[in-house]
């Protein structure tokens, strides 16, 4: 409506260029004062000099030379530049440059505000004036109000006994009052500072006063970012006693800003957080950290006593990636803590194993990838120090593919290079050169087959080795160079169904290499983390790294099944088993491949519609079919409850001290209780011996267009250093426009 009116108003402008009055129908005869009484009126007003005349629309227009007046009547439109003014009656006063306008006044501002009152003075081309029971609807859909209202060169707007909310009213009665409100004897929005004041100001929720103070100001609807200090933090931890937080937030520049956080604790010290954010033409950059002075803890668990911590602690937690040219980028990601529990402590967030920082650059080629990087890592475990992680730096990586050859096949090249070092245990310097050639290639019978072909070589100078049986340790040299071979055989059977296809797919894969590829002498450091399961039951080398190899000859089989509907649900199996010619010590005990037969595993997964997940994962003893290692989820429930299960359950190793079983729930619910209400309970909990619990969390949130208020339960039950299990409950209040207020209600036994 508002381009519509100024288009006409344009159109208008050109069709009526007379300096005081245009109109369409010819004058009267008195010389004093006329009337003109054509349907609609239209013309300019001002003087001929005037950069930006007034132009209106009116059913009636009369002009008293003597007084010097031009009054406006019936649907008046007055427009000048980008402000474009409603009303029922507008009288324009020539001499003082004065536009009055009342009943049913509508001021459309170009920022997309619109002035509604029943009276209006405006001077100065529209920049001031004097508006009684004035409303403001912002272009954010929020709302000002109040009985006066003055009106100072076009960029402040000043309020008497008014009132703010940006909440929708009530449709079945807009004269109730909104969910929540703020009444001031003052309100001041200067949209060049982008801010809203608000001075002796009362919070009402449902119409009834909640809090009082005597000042304070909010950004205005038009400003993206604005300093200023945020809503407190207040509450209490057995960690760090009661504390209350203040953060600022700092802007810096349209592409950087910093929030500064210093929270005030009787048993913790003073804790500072910071966080620093910018932006750049080809990047990012992301760093949190915080530090405490003074903080001192003593905890004593199971009877025993830890020893305090005192002194200087805190973080830095950094992430940046930058776009050097069109191949080649660069980032650090950076964790690193004072000590293991820190960050529990004063409840930050965090892994849980472990800290690892991260320094790359890497160059994406159109068909090769390189990545130099450096990488160091802190471990969050008690008791477990520094002088033990290993640094790795450098550590290359290079790998380039060709294109099909003649066969059909593809040859691939890969390097690899590390440095690792440690203030205390092995150092080991490899270099790693490789390739693989794999062709795919169809059987007579509709069968399919892939033949690879891999050679690798490897070489390691290590110092500080353990020697076995001894205390001592040596430094060698040790190289090694590995071929192997595999051929993969599937047999695809596909049957169509009335509204689904069925698959059935036999699998079987020979590998065969030379044995006794893993000396001694070649530590293992990138190779540990090795799980047998479905996933890795068809990898020719099925250990992670370079540092260990899949060395001799075997045969897995298994079966690949599904039922695929046409409307998206399926159903989908997995199993299978390997049998290998020869024992590979290098398999630990309990892995599933200490014996010639190794394991069963598989993995069964159903979806039968969008609203149900189902899925078991397992690992069967090759003996007598005793679960080794079993996960069991489900997922169901349309989208207003949503319910998670998972069941993990791990059996012990037998004759390796250390391996304790596992059989561990986690359960979470997810629901939408009506329009506005939401709940969410999540659990975990593990059986041993006797229920343990690990860590409950319930909250209970209210959200709608203008107020959200979230209610949280947490429990958790760890226990490590100075930081003990707890249960806390808080509470947030969030008002829209007006940021965050949270509240840590109180605390049983413990705290986050």
């Keep these: 409506m508002r381009w519509a009116i100024v288009s006409c108003l344009g159109a208008l402008l050109a069709a009526a260029p007379l300096t005081v009055l245009a109109a369409d ?15 609609r009126q239209r013309g300019r007003l001002g003087t001929a000099s005037a950069q930006t005349p007034l132009l209106f629309n009116a059913d009636e227009v009369q002009y008293d030379q003597d007084l010097g007046l031009v009054v406006a009547k019936g649907h008046v439109e007055l427009s000048q530049g980008d402000q474009i003014l409603l009303a029922d009656t507008v009288t324009y ?9 009342s009943g049913h006044v509508s001021f459309l501002q170009p920022t997309g505000d619109i002035l509604f009152a029943d009276f209006v003075e405006l001077h100065d081309d529209l920049r001031d004036g004097f508006i009684r029971d004035v409303r403001i609807l912002l272009s954010d859909r929020s709302r000002l109000a109040g009985n006066t209202a003055r009106r100072v060169a076009a960029n402040r707007t000043e309020i008497r006994r008014g009132v703010y909310s940006p909440c929708d009213l009530c449709k079945e009665d807009p004269t109730r009052p909104p969910e929540w409100q703020v009444r001031a004897e003052q309100i001041v929005r200067d949209r060049e500072l982008q801010l809203v004041e608000f001075r002796d100001a009362t919070l009402e929720i449902g119409g009834l006063p909640v809090f009082w103070t005597p000042y304070f100001s909010v950004p205005d609807p038009s400003s993206k970012r604005q300093s200023g200090f945020l809503d407190p933090v207040i509450g209490r931890s057995t960690n760090i006693g009661e504390y209350i937080r203040i953060p600022y937030f700092w802007v810096l520049g349209p592409d950087k800003d910093a929030t500064i956080s210093p929270e005030f604790t009787t ?4 804790f500072i957080g910071t966080q620093y954010r910018q932006y750049f033409g080809n990047g990012r950059l992301i760093a949190d950290g915080s530090v405490t002075f003074g903080s001192e803890s003593q ?6 006593t830890t020893p305090p911590a005192t002194g200087l602690r805190g973080h830095l937690f950094t992430q940046s990636e930058f776009d050097i040219d069109e191949n080649w980028r660069a980032g650090a990601d950076i964790q690193r803590a004072s000590d293991q529990t820190y960050l529990l402590r004063y409840r930050l967030p965090s892994p849980i194993t472990s800290l690892n920082s991260h320094i790359y650059a890497e160059n994406f080629g159109p068909s090769s990838y390189f990545n130099i990087s450096g990488w160091g890592f802190q471990s969050l475990r008690s008791g477990v120090g520094d002088a033990t992680q290993p640094f790795a730096a450098p550590l290359a990586d290079y790998v380039w593919t060709s294109q099909p050859d003649q066969l059909g096949g593809r040859l691939s090249v890969e390097g690899n290079a590390l440095d690792l070092l440690r203030l205390r245990g092995i150092d080991t310097r490899r270099l790693s050169t490789g390739a693989l050639w794999r062709l795919p290639f169809d059987g007579a019978i509709g069968d399919r087959f892939a033949f690879s072909l891999r050679l690798r070589g490897d070489g390691y100078q290590s110092d500080n080795l353990p020697i076995a049986g001894t205390t001592t340790t040596e430094s060698a040299l040790a190289g090694r160079i590995f071929p192997q071979a595999a051929l993969t055989w599937q047999y695809p ?3 169509r169904g009335d509204h689904y296809h069925q698959i059935i ?3 079987v894969m020979v590998a065969a290499a030379p044995n006794g590829g893993n000396p001694g002498t070649i530590p293992n450091e990138d190779s540990q983390g090795f ?11 099925r250990f992670p790294g370079f540092d260990r190899v899949d060395t001799g000859q075997r045969v897995d089989y298994g079966l690949r099944a599904g039922i695929y509907g046409d409307g998206g649900g399926s159903t989908r199996l997995i199993i299978g088993q390997s049998r290998s010619f020869q024992v590979d010590n290098n398999f630990l005990p309990g892995s599933g491949l200490d014996h010639h037969l190794s394991d069963i595993v598989g993995a069964t997964i159903l979806s039968p519609t969008p609203s149900l997940d189902l899925y078991y994962r397992f690992r069967l003893d090759h003996n007598d079919l005793a679960a080794r290692r079993q996960e069991v989820g489900a997922t169901f429930g349309p989208t207003n409850l949503r319910v998670n299960l998972n069941y993990a359950d791990f059996a012990a190793t037998p004759n390796l001290p250390g391996q304790e079983p596992i059989q561990q729930v986690t359960a979470a619910v997810s629901t939408v209780l009506t329009r506005y209400w939401s709940a969410y309970l999540v659990t975990t909990r593990s059986f041993q011996g006797s229920a343990a619990s690990l860590n409950n969390a319930v909250t209970l949130a209210y959200r709608d267009e203008c107020l959200a208020f979230i209610l949280a339960f947490t429990k958790t039950g760890i226990a490590t250093g100075d930081v003990t299990p707890g249960t806390a409950v808080s509470i947030t209040f969030v008002f829209k426009n007006l940021g965050e207020l949270g509240t840590r209600l109180g605390n049983v036994s413990g705290g986050l």
């Design 299 to 304: 905890v004593t668990i199971n009877g025993i």
């Design 531 to 541: 799980e047998f399961d479905e996933a890795s039951l068809f990898r020719p080398n």
């Design 505 to 507: 797919e036999p699998v």
């Design 25 to 39: 129908a010819g004058s009267a005869e008195d010389g004093n004062q006329s009337k003109t009484s054509a349907p």
């Design 93 to 101: 006063n020539q001499r003082t440059n004065t536009v009055t306008a």
């Design 267 to 270: 048993g913790g010290g003073t």
């Design 493 to 495: 059977w596909v049957r």
